[in-house]
């Protein structure tokens, strides 16, 4: 027996036809928690390839080949149902797979990644850290870079897929409890909701080039051909289902609007590949050629200018305050307060306040209440004093 099959406890059950399917289903739709994972490829697509998807009830590891399945709306309705927690593990990529796969969005989401960080175990952490620090099992990694699309899976593959909601399920379980000690349970399923808005607002193709950092550097005219660019790519990369990259880097894209190429032989010099140059050099032309009025420019906001020094040294200092009270309150201090909350503070604050004044009004949700909460404040520094 191999390590990874001898730390599996549940049965696996292979789903590979849409009766079986659709059977296990109606039982989940009546149970109270599920652990959910994904397995996916994502060499030369824009769009994750389900591979194979796995669902742990605390009974059995069911791991699902979406390669056979054709009638996915037993699992949307399980997915969409409200009565349903689902348990994942940074679950980003998964929302990604789901969304494409089924045009869904899980309902009532249990992300334990964010769960360990609003109960001071760590920010970001990773499955088998978290798993191995709160059920003191080591989960081996050996599988993590293989083919999922190949059928049929190795041993190792399906022990390993199983591995991953085996015990998924009974760490959802345990920080669920720990945030229920701790009356915490709602802060999680707001950071979850924001989680599935973060990601829906990611699906704007101009959604690149709002989160750049270099749009700053841009006039006007810049700004505007800047936004095209980058929804044009991010439109052109979903219509022929290629990874954006190949189409043109971040960096070339502003070393386009810099030299403002006039003919495809530019672009050569810009370092585009001869084949993306070949298909699409001339739609790039045309972009940077086009006419540009002032009121598209009136429509484009550009990114912050970087702090000065005397903004870092104010943010610096405000990471220690709020590092030292989450430490003392038992949360990761990168989920307590986020990186711009502490530039925009920097940035536009008045003097009159205390850290923990500025950080109430720079925060809502759990977060402001939370700070509400703390009376008096730990330490009332004047931000202007700093």
């Given at each position: 027996m191999s390590s990874v099959q001898s730390l599996l406890r549940q049965p696996i059950i292979h789903i590979s036809d849409n009766n079986t399917l659709a059977h296990y289903c109606e039982h989940w739709l009546r149970c109270r928690l599920l652990a959910i994972d994904t397995e996916f490829m994502r060499v030369d697509t824009y769009y994750p390839i389900a591979a194979v998807i796995q669902v742990n009830d605390g009974q059995a590891n069911y791991l699902i080949d979406p390669l056979c399945i054709?009638?996915?709306?037993?699992?949307?309705?399980?997915?969409?149902?409200?009565?349903?927690?689902?348990?994942?593990?940074?679950?980003?990529?998964?929302?990604?797979?789901?969304?494409?796969?089924?045009?869904?969005?899980?309902?009532?989401?249990?992300d334990t990644q964010i769960a360990a960080a609003l109960l001071g175990i760590g920010a970001s952490v990773g499955y088998g850290n978290l798993v191995n620090e709160c059920l003191g099992v080591l989960l081996p990694k050996g599988e993590t870079r293989s083919n999922w699309l190949v059928r049929p899976l190795s041993d190792g593959q399906v022990h390993y897929a199983a591995l991953d909601v085996d015990y998924l399920f009974e760490l959802a379980s345990l920080l669920e409890k720990k945030l229920q000690d701790l009356e915490r349970e709602s802060w999680l399923y707001e950071e979850c909701e924001t989680a599935i808005f973060n990601y829906q607002s990611n699906l704007d193709p101009a959604s690149s080039f709002y989160k750049s950092n270099n749009t700053w550097r841009l006039d006007a005219k810049s700004l505007v051909l800047a936004k095209q660019l980058f929804e044009w790519r991010e439109n052109t990369a979903r219509e022929k289902n290629i990874p954006k990259t190949r189409i043109i880097k971040d960096a070339q894209i502003f070393e386009v609007l810099s030299r403002m190429p006039s003919q495809l032989s530019d672009l050569k010099n810009i370092g585009l590949h001869d084949s993306t140059i070949r298909k699409l050099g001339k739609s790039i032309l045309e972009i940077v050629s086009g006419e540009i009025t002032e009121d598209m420019q009136l429509t484009v906001r550009t990114t912050a200018l970087p702090l000065t020094k005397s903004e870092r040294d104010k943010v610096k200092?405000?990471?220690?305050?709020?590092?030292?009270?989450?430490?003392q309150h038992a949360i990761a201090p990168e989920v307590l307060i986020k990186k711009a909350v502490y530039q925009d503070i920097a940035r536009n604050l008045t003097a009159?306040?205390?850290?923990?004044?500025?950080?109430?009004?720079?925060?809502?949700?759990?977060r402001q209440a939370f700070l509400k909460s703390l009376c008096?404040?730990?330490?009332?520094?004047?931000?202007d004093s700093i």
């Open positions: 054709t009638q996915w709306s037993p699992l949307t309705q399980v997915m969409a149902c409200d009565d349903v927690i689902k348990a994942f593990h940074a679950c980003s990529e998964d929302l990604d797979v789901f969304n494409n796969l089924l045009g869904v969005l899980p309902v009532k989401l249990f200092k405000m990471r220690g305050y709020v590092t030292e009270l989450a430490q009159d306040l205390t850290y923990l004044e500025a950080l109430q009004q720079s925060t809502k949700g759990w008096p404040p730990v330490d009332p520094v004047n931000i």
